[in-house]
């Protein structure tokens, strides 16, 4: 344990070699790897989506509503996994469905963590009363539970998937303020920073150059965390009819068009949520592995 | 001691005007005009409209109307519901035993499981056990509860027959309820069959909204443990050649409670968040369930006092967290 930990501190010599002590940290974790496997999948899926389903995501099959899925009696191969209500494709919809799910969480995270730590960089380096200041509007958002603050935030921004991002970014902000704050509180203690002041370093360059970069790893952390977060939130909330709203195939959205369904057809439910459950347990997993990896202060958690 | 209190509370102030400020803003900038929503399909006069806008305090300047909003919040009055005109305070506080109930079951059964888990992951470091409870954990901590939900309601509720989809009791049973919560209420009525109903409508929210913080409370058990093993006076006391049992299940656990203790306080917002989509679900006439019905209905008073009583409350928990892990730990006092 405390090896690795003296290994992986932050004295590694140059830019290809830390990235390569990174990977051989990571790799040791098998669930990382794996989640970043799936991840791939993921994101590949939600790349070239329009290539991979087989149908469009919307055309309805009138004669074909509500198959289960092929390996079941009444299942068709034409439809591996099935239809909807409506007749449209499971397999398809699902695909597409990553599409909205990885853009969420792409900028979701970007939005958050730009913002997040541009705020917490100020506030670090900042006179104290506006730190002050800073951290209580902090304190103040955190009151809120996150779900329900972006359910009223997009109650008046109206419901979209648009607003679902703006206001699940509003919503996990607050945490990369505060991690980042802390890191660089810390770090402005340092030896290398009083140095680079001594040498007559600028405020912006110290901010941005001296001590951002190592401030880095426990926000790169979050972020993969806060990219599941993110999945999640904006699938709750177009399951409460808050987020994308039908016919988009948003998974959370797909569910909540499903409900009535429940116990007639197990597949228009299942699905969906199981998309949602295995990307937000890979990235859970490859955020774990990030974790050990970049930071092994935070190893015993 | 007093002087980090006091330096708790201090911080509590602003922050409680902040959240106050939220929600007071919310009703301003929320689309439509409140008092046209309120009217509804009717729609109403010229003369009508100024007459309820001034009643409702919507003519005069801004800040005079949040400090009587601050006011009238100081003394319990955040205005009525425009649905049902009861007063909002009532209306919480109406609604809020059944989310407690749910919540203390859903806690209690996190613990109950989570602790036992995250100890025998611990002391099984590495080993079977510990890869299948701490990989269980990690698929709860990410599970989309309302698609949780649904789950458990095809199979228990579909398939099983078990468990009813929603509400806190069947309809045929009616009794008075002095506290609220279902299960004591019941038992007392002395009603046959009306405790086993209760204890059959709350198993799945149970489960549902315990889930999150059993698979977080069970990581966090285990990775406190495994510090504490670690430590001297744990090969002390195997020196002493007392029991594992004695060891695991006193020394350590003892002190591994602490963070473990703040994870539990700290999760009450993931509860109330949780709430939300766990009522909704299952029916179930809590805070959550009456917060989203309100922002669907477009019921601003009602949205506006829940949204501050319900972070009030976080920040009460919160703050009790701080003060208690103050008590126990001096080191964070000086600080």
């Known amino acids: ?301 | 001691m007093l002087k980090y209190f006091a330096s708790r509370l201090l911080t509590f102030v602003p922050t409680f005007l902040g959240v106050t400020l939220i929600s007071f803003a919310f009703i301003r900038v929320l689309p439509g005009d409140p008092i046209i929503v309120m009217a509804g399909e009717r729609g109403l006069s010229e003369e009508r409209y100024r007459e309820l806008s001034e009643q409702f305090g919507f003519d005069r300047p801004l800040v005079v109307q949040f400090w009587e909003y601050f006011t009238g919040v100081l003394q319990g009055d955040l205005g009525q519901s425009f649905v049902t005109k009861k007063p909002v305070w009532d209306e919480f506080f109406a609604l809020f035993p059944a989310t407690l109930e749910l919540s203390i079951c859903a806690m209690v059964f996190a613990v109950a499981l989570g602790l036992p888990a995250g100890v025998i992951a611990a002391v099984n470091r590495g080993k079977f056990f510990d890869r299948a409870l701490m990989s269980t954990a990690l698929v709860g901590y990410s599970m989309p509860i309302f698609w949780w939900a649904l789950l458990l309601i095809i199979v228990f509720s579909g398939n099983l027959q078990w468990t009813p989809v929603s509400g806190r009791i069947d309809l045929i049973y009616y009794f008075p309820d002095p506290t609220g919560f279902m299960l004591i209420d019941s038992l007392t009525s002395g009603q046959k069959g009306a405790f086993a109903s209760a204890v059959r409508h709350l198993v799945l929210p149970t489960i549902v909204l315990g889930t999150i913080p059993l698979a977080v409370i069970a990581r966090q058990t285990r990775s406190a443990m495994l510090e504490v093993l670690g430590e001297d006076y744990i090969r002390t006391a195997r020196a002493k050649g007392l029991s594992p049992g004695r060891i695991n299940g006193i020394h350590a656990l003892r002190n591994a409670l602490i963070p473990v203790i703040t994870v539990i306080g700290l999760s009450v917002g993931t509860l109330l968040a949780g709430a939300i989509l766990t009522e909704t679900i299952f029916s179930w006439p809590g805070i959550g369930k009456w917060m989203v019905d309100s922002i669907f209905r477009r019921d601003y008073p009602v949205v506006q006092g829940g949204l501050l009583l319900i972070a009030v409350m976080v920040m009460i928990v919160n703050l009790t967290v701080d003060v208690l892990y103050g008590v126990i730990n001096p080191k964070i006092r000086k600080r």
């Open chain 1, 1 to 301: 344990m405390t090896d690795t930990a003296a290994a992986t501190a932050p004295k590694a010599p140059e830019r290809p070699g830390r990235l390569r002590e990174f990977w051989f940290y990571f790799r040791e974790n098998r669930g990382a790897v794996f989640g970043l496997w799936i991840f791939a999948a993921f994101a590949f899926c939600a790349l070239f989506a329009p290539l991979l389903s087989p149908y469009d995501p919307t055309e309805q099959f009138r004669q074909f509503t509500l198959i289960p899925p092929a390996w079941q009696e009444g299942g068709n191969w034409a439809f591996p996994l099935g239809t909807d209500p409506l007749g449209r494709d499971m397999l398809s919809r699902l695909i597409e469905g990553a599409r909205y799910s990885f853009f969420v969480g792409i900028v979701v995270v970007t939005v958050a963590a730009s913002g997040g730590i541009l705020v917490g960089l100020i506030s670090g380096f900042a006179p104290k009363w506006i730190d002050t200041i800073i951290m209580r509007i902090m304190d103040i958002i955190l009151a809120f539970p996150s779900l329900l603050l972006a359910l009223v935030l997009v109650a008046i921004l109206g419901p979209s998937l648009t607003n679902a991002m703006i206001a699940i970014a509003i919503v996990l902000q607050p945490h990369y303020v505060r991690l980042t704050r802390a890191s660089v509180l810390s770090e402005k203690q340092k030896d290398y920073v009083t140095a680079a002041r001594v040498v007559g370093a600028g405020r912006l360059r110290l901010m941005f150059i001296t001590v951002l970069p190592n401030c880095l790893a426990p926000i790169i952390v979050q972020a993969a965390l806060s990219f599941s977060t993110a999945i999640l939130d904006a699938a709750a909330l177009g399951f409460l009819g808050m987020g994308a709203q039908p016919p988009t195939p948003e998974w959370g959205t797909m569910l909540a068009e499903a409900r009535e369904f429940i116990l007639r057809a197990w597949w228009v439910v299942t699905f969906p949520g199981l998309a949602i459950l295995v990307t937000v347990l890979a990235i859970n997993l490859m955020g774990d592995g990030l974790r050990d990896a970049l930071d092994p202060k935070l190893k015993r958690s």
